[in-house]
């Protein structure tokens, strides 16, 4: 008889589960997802294309309903986990029904922070998290729209360009001295605020919202020491926050996110937390590959192979047309590493490689990105590079054919 499985959560990290676990050990387990969503499993990372009118709604979908009933998992999208009971191994939804299980996996993401600021509660102030954000900012934001995103991070850019290229005026306000300072150094920041501003988008940094403003709805936006900006429509992507009410609810161990070990268990043997809901060495992940490798080591696991999670590298890749910038690992280079730099701005390309200890440790890189990932590899391989060390910059075929 199937051991009952309960996912709380439908989106990335809940997939991928399902998809190796239906590899490994088809039929072991009677699985039911709970989504709060009221559609199918999308790919949340193309969003951006979406408001961008690069793809469709239908071309993120993640997997069929056939490709689920195949598997035989019990699908319950829109519909909300509101509660567990660890002690009879019950999940409670919403609409009162409650679901056992013997195994449960909270794959529950993040959600927005929502700044701390007078008026954000006005119509036309919104958030970029899920294709309901992404339908309500299209309505809103009608073409010559005024448009502040608050927030230069990675979906505040990405949201700016989608806007953009739908045809809003885009402001871009950011607390911080550079554009995505976590993930890229000065020198690619500044590199990358260019190419933004060259889209159409106007980039205000060291600037702090202080309040949005409007009667009825949004107006405008107020900066600490600046301008106030009109704006018929605000974007905040200031940060993500990971669900973590449930497990706090069921007396599980939470810091930030779900408090899981190299096994993706929680402070309870029989639940487990993946993607950006779970905290692994006191890291919470914002990015869906280390959700995937979390996926796949709590498949292994559940399928009853011995599988640990070590912790993931750190590679992002902005997604923004005709802007191609990547970083991964130690991008900065802490004190005792060496760094390679590579730049030519005639052809607008930037690559920074930090070496440690004869390892490649970092990369961050600016219009040439294509071989991003294999960096990320030789990372995550932890191997010499010094046999490579004279062309590793000019990437990777020139260096393999040379080290050979
Ligand atoms: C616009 C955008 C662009 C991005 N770009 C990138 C990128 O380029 N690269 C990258 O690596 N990452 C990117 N990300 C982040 C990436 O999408 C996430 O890391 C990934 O989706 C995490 O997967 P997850 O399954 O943990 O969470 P999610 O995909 O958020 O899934 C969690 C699901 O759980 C549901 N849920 C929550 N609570 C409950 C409950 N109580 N009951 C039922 N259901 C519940 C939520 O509604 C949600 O559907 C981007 C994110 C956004 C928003």
Not at 116 to 140: K, N, Y
């Amino acid at each position: 008889m199937s051991e009952p499985l309960v996912i709380i959560g439908n989106g990335m990290a809940a997939v991928h589960l399902v998809d190796e676990l239906a590899k490994r050990a088809l039929g072991r387990y009677a699985i039911a997802v709970v989504g709060e969503e009221p559609r199918l499993a999308y790919n949340r990372v193309l969003l951006s294309a979406v408001l961008a009118r690069e793809v469709s709604r239908s071309d993120i979908e993640l997997r069929s309903a056939r490709w689920w009933d195949e598997r035989g998992v019990t699908l319950l999208y829109g519909r909300t986990a509101t509660a567990i009971d660890p002690t009879i191994r019950r999940v409670k939804l919403a609409d009162g029904a409650t679901l056992p299980y013997s195994r449960l996996v909270l794959a529950t993401g993040s959600r927005p922070i929502r700044l701390g600021v007078s008026g954000v509660e006005l119509p036309g102030v919104m958030t970029f998290r899920d294709l309901a954000d992404v339908a309500a900012i299209e309505v809103a934001a009608q073409r010559r729209a005024r448009v502040v995103v608050i927030g230069g991070g990675l979906l505040g850019l990405e949201a700016a360009h989608g806007l953009a290229k739908a045809g809003a005026q885009v402001t871009v306000v950011h607390l911080m001295d550079r554009l995505m300072e976590r993930q890229l150094d000065c020198h690619t920041a500044g590199m990358l605020k260019k190419a933004v501003e060259a889209r159409g988008i106007a980039v205000l940094l060291d600037s702090e919202t202080v309040a949005i403003i409007g009667k009825r709805r949004v107006q405008a936006v107020a900066l600490k020491n600046g301008p106030q900006i009109a704006a018929d429509l605000v974007v905040v992507a200031a940060g993500i926050r990971p669900n973590i009410e449930l497990a706090h609810g069921a007396d599980l161990n939470v810091d930030r996110g779900i408090v899981v070990d190299d096994s993706l268990r929680t402070s309870r043997p029989d639940i487990f937390a993946i993607g950006e809901c779970a905290e692994h060495r006191g890291v919470c992940y914002g990015l869906v590959e280390p959700a995937y490798e979390q996926a796949r080591v709590l498949a292994a696991h559940l399928a009853g192979e011995t599988a640990h999670y070590p912790g993931s590298v750190l590679a992002t890749n902005l997604k923004v047309s005709g802007v191609n910038v990547f970083s991964a690992g130690d991008f900065i280079g802490a004190p005792g590493t060496e760094q390679l730099v590579f730049s030519d701005a005639g052809l607008g390309i930037y690559k920074k490689l930090v070496i440690a200890k004869g390892c490649l440790v970092g990369a961050v890189l600016f219009g040439d990105t294509a071989d991003g990932l294999w960096y990320v590899d030789l990372i995550r391989g932890g191997g010499s590079v010094e046999p490579m060390r004279d062309d590793i910059i000019f990437g990777r075929a020139l260096a393999e054919r040379k080290a050979a």
